[in-house]
């Protein structure tokens, strides 16, 4: 980012206030972003490695705007709950799952972006250019789903989601449950091998297909990481998981094998400026160094987050295990206008049928 750039924007930070606002449980660190007047971005986030983040993220934007990131971290669901529950949320800048962000929009919650304030918004990867200038939020990592399995106790190589109806897996396969990020994937997926576009029967025929699965499902989980005491106990022998969970599986196992399937579903983590932010030029410049390449550079490694940055190119070994290249330009974007209206009765109908 130019220096004459955060020059101006600096300068425009100290004609305006930001949100006060405490970290989660952590009266402390909100205490220290106020500390001798300095200015503060209230940001909602994952807290994914949040050493890393802090490192490699946070300081270097702190240093250059002189101000200071608060987080606030937990789940997608907890935190858009909290932020819908509460109209004086002090929240400026919250990164949610795309289902969220959708959901938000149209609960009014986030400013309507103009991107011309996003200079980097020229620079992002096809879907997430398409989707930005839908006004459905600004992605700066896109990931997806694809097959971790044992090939030993599997016995035959999985090439593809069709795979897991196969009889030799019965009573061995965990997938996302339903609420979850990739929980809609899943009745995408199931519709696809039946052979019918989700879109045309609200997914009927894929649930009928989720029932024919039921017999190869353990469990449906909530967490990536709950995989790893799964197939350590040998209690699964295959699973669907989001690709960001893959680096810590694949280190507690390294025997497992991580497949992605010719298409795949994929979901995109965006940034939203929240209605009550207090300095919209400051947030502006926070999702604007988010989509950049030298940051997207360096997030690529430091935290297996796949560029939505263009421009940036991913070391082949590294891009095992991200949506990038190929995988990225074949993914199926799930479209959660299509989505958000039939997720409560999808909901009822998966545990009817799943979690019965």
């Given amino acids: ?36 007047g300095e200015k503060k971005l209230v940001l909602s986030t994952y807290g994914l490695s949040e050493d890393i983040s802090e490192e490699e993220v946070y300081k270097p934007f702190e240093d250059e705007f002189g101000c200071k990131i608060v987080t606030e971290t ?21 990164e949610l799952s795309q289902a969220m962000t959708a959901k938000g929009i149209e609960a009014g919650l986030f400013e309507t972006l103009d991107l011309s304030k996003i200079e980097n918004s020229k620079d992002l990867i096809g879907a997430a250019k398409t989707m930005a200038d839908a006004g459905q939020g600004v992605a700066y990592t896109i990931n997806s789903i694809g097959i971790m399995y044992d090939p030993e106790a599997v016995g035959f ?7 897991l109806w196969k009889a030799e897996l019965e009573g061995s396969i965990a997938i996302p449950d339903i609420t979850t990020t990739f929980g809609p994937a899943m009745v995408y997926m199931a519709s696809d091998h039946a052979g019918v576009d989700v879109t045309t029967d609200k ?32 209690e699964i022998k295959a ?3 989001g690709d960001f969970g893959v680096p810590t599986i694949k280190e507690a196992n390294p025997d497992l094998v991580y497949v992605t ?16 932010c207090k300095d919209k030029d400051l947030a502006y410049a926070y999702i604007n160094y988010r989509l950049s390449k030298e940051l997207q550079d360096k997030t690529s490694k430091a935290l297996n987050e796949a560029p939505t940055n263009n421009q940036v190119k991913v070391e082949e070994e590294n891009a095992k295990s991200m949506t990038y290249g190929k995988t990225a330009e074949n993914a199926k974007v799930l479209d959660y206008s299509f989505v958000n209206p039939l997720l409560s009765d999808w909901i009822d109908q998966w545990n009817r049928i799943i979690n019965s």
Avoid at 261 to 276: E, M
């Fill in 74 to 94: 937990g789940s997608t669901n907890e935190r858009y709950t909290k932020l819908s529950a509460d109209s004086q949320s002090t929240i400026d800048v919250i």
């Fill in 157 to 163: 190589e999985i090439t593809s989601f069709d795979d």
């Fill in 203 to 234: 997914g009927e025929a894929a649930f009928k297909a989720l029932d024919e699965l039921k017999p190869n499902l353990v469990k449906t989980y909530a967490k990536s990481s709950d995989l790893i005491n799964m197939f350590t106990s040998g």
């Fill in 239 to 241: 699973a669907i998981v």
């Fill in 1 to 36: 980012m130019k220096k004459v750039l955060a020059l101006s924007l600096c300068a425009a930070i100290l004609l305006s206030g930001c949100g006060t606002a405490k970290s989660a449980g952590d009266t402390t660190a909100a205490e220290k972003g106020t500390a001798g």
């Fill in 261 to 276: 399937p010719d298409v795949t579903y994929a979901n995109f983590n965006t940034i939203s400026i929240t209605k009550n």
